[in-house]
């Protein structure tokens, strides 16, 4: 299982990536889990036309394998050079027979392991880049594109895109990845539509669907809004069986025979969904309040709003009756809602829950026969109580019914901005005081030697960046832009230890090496 550092521009530079990789060298659990880092997004133009410009993007050291270069472009000549000449360059693959970089490096083989493609940026100067737009919308000749480096390339291929411009193109964006997953080694997905930004929740059905249909040589990283490491365990290890061998095609009854319960009493939730489903019980609809507050709320059976079953939050649930009642606004009547809500309902049915849906106008326009078709559906039951002893109980015992597919998990998670400030949580390590404060002094002197390196090869630059074995602190020129640079990292590992905003305060405008040292030794003391 692949543990992944999200690139994020201006954060995951080469002394990032440096004191992530000696954390989890100390404290990983490498027996399960691989971690992979990728450098900052790099300009394939920018490094053809001039490289000193934004080479430094890749500079990495040897103790930081396996590194993916992660590459965006403009112009498709650039791209192909740019992807050629960095395989030459610093390809680790052995089986490349020309990798040997230019100029007497010795430790050649400790470059890049992957080189990645990265389609997915929502920022609005990206997006208003014609090659970028034809990226994701002329996906033919995107394809193209992908098929070429494919044949090019002797080094691990991999893409990281989102799944689609918006809702409505999320389907063309499966076929397009399904076709994609046979040209490369790993697809690395984020959550997200193009328009959606980093609003809203992940799509978990795409992710699922995608691993279903795609090549099975070809690795799935899942890139969402992992906060802590015990959430990318959950992911890895729980959250991601639930669709281990769900065919979306398939019938209910022959979905349940295949599908993992755990028990029948307590439905299985996505924890990472909870405070967005207090948001939205804060923030209700207008149809959701009428019914609430002028019929659900009077009757006397518990009633639970916005309820978070599986990956999803049903508007309403019913525990003593298993019902779940949905209200469907405007947005779900179109081809990419409806079939997301079919195969919603399916998963809830496949719970042996009923799933009652009406839509806005139901409620406003035939409230009565709503509340008289749901109280018909509370009514108790006789044969309701006969559910789940018998069929659905097998499900829930994990009986013979079960697949070997249940101990399916995705290929990884990638981690992004809970990562700044605490490179700790790749591990289940909790840092003291003490190694927080001793973490942040060696990140400031990595990211001033690393300057320093930088500064002096640019004159005799000839292709190609590592870092030597050992580090100098030198310039007071090179500390004071430095230091500058530090500050962001610096004001996210004190980010809520007491006293942390009158210190911010305090360092903001130092531009001296010693005096930020001192300064933060006397904060930690």
């Known amino acids: 299982m692949i543990l992944g ?57 040897k103790e930081q394998s396996p590194v993916i270069a992660q590459i965006f472009w403009a112009n498709e000549d650039m791209l192909i050079k740019c992807f050629t000449d960095i395989q030459n360059k610093y390809s680790t693959n052995w089986k490349l ?9 010795e430790n050649w083989k400790f470059f890049f392991s992957w080189i990645e493609l990265n389609m997915g940026c929502p920022a609005r100067n990206v997006m208003n880049t014609w090659w970028w737009s034809a990226l994701l919308k002329e996906r033919t000749q995107t394809l193209a594109i992908i098929k070429k480096l494919s044949w090019l390339m002797n080094m691990p291929l991999s ?97 349940k025979k295949r599908w993992l319960i755990t028990d029948w009493k307590y439905l299985p939730y996505n924890p990472l969904l909870q405070e967005r489903a207090k948001e939205l019980r804060r923030h209700t609809t207008l149809a959701e309040k009428k019914i609430w507050n002028e019929y659900l709320k009077f009757l006397d059976i518990n ?18 009756r298993r019902l779940v009642i949905e209200i469907d606004g405007d947005t779900h009547f179109n081809e990419e809602a409806e079939w997301y809500d079919e195969t919603r309902t399916k998963i809830l049915e496949a719970y042996g829950l009923e799933v009652f849906r009406i839509t806005n106008d139901d409620v406003y326009k035939n409230f ?45 998670i990638m981690i992004g901005q809970a990562a700044i400030g605490n490179p700790w949580i790749f591990t289940p390590h909790i840092p003291s005081r003490e190694e927080i404060r001793d973490t942040i002094l060696k990140h400031l002197d990595y990211m001033i030697s690393y300057e320093n390196f930088f500064q002096e090869q640019k004159s005799n630059y000839t292709g190609i960046l590592m ?43 130092i531009v001296e090496y010693k005096t930020l040292v001192e300064e933060i030794q006397k904060f930690f003391e």
């Open 5 to 61: 550092l999200a690139p994020m521009d201006w954060f995951t530079d080469c002394a990032f990536r440096q004191i992530t990789k000696e954390i989890f060298e100390q404290y990983g659990e490498k027996e399960t889990y691989e971690l992979h880092l990728r450098t900052e997004f790099m300009n394939a133009d920018g490094y053809i036309i001039n490289p000193l410009g934004v080479v430094k993007h890749l500079l990495t050291s």
């Open 97 to 105: 027979k020309t990798c040997l970089p230019v100029g007497k490096v």
């Open 159 to 255: 893409i990281k895109t989102r799944t689609g411009i918006d809702e409505h193109d999320q389907k063309e964006q499966m076929k397009f990845l399904v076709e994609v997953s046979n040209h490369v080694n790993m697809i690395t997905i984020h959550g997200r539509t193009i328009k959606q930004g980093y609003s809203w929740d992940g799509n978990w059905d795409f992710i699922y669907k995608l691993k279903k249909l795609c090549n099975p040589k070809c690795k799935i990283i899942w890139n969402w809004w992992i906060k802590s490491y015990e959430q990318a365990c959950n992911y890895a290890k729980w959250i991601y069986t639930r669709y281990s061998d769900f065919d979306f095609h398939e019938s209910t009854d022959h979905i």
């Open 303 to 320: 009633i639970l709003r916005q309820k978070v079953i599986d990956h999803y939050i049903v508007d309403f649930y019913i525990p003593s």
């Open 368 to 412: 009565e026969w709503v509340c008289t078709t749901i109280e018909n559906k509370i009514t108790p039951n006789p044969s309701l109580a006969k559910r789940g002893t018998t069929e659905t109980a097998s499900f829930a015992k994990g009986g013979a019914e079960r697949s070997e597919a249940e101990d399916f998990i995705l290929d990884g």
């Open 467 to 509: 870092m030597p074995d050992h580090l100098t602190i030198d310039t007071k020129d090179i500390q004071a832009i430095t230091l500058a640079e530090f500050r962001k990292h610096l004001f996210q590992y004190v980010k809520g230890i007491p006293w942390s905003k009158e210190f911010k305060q305090r360092v903001s405008t």
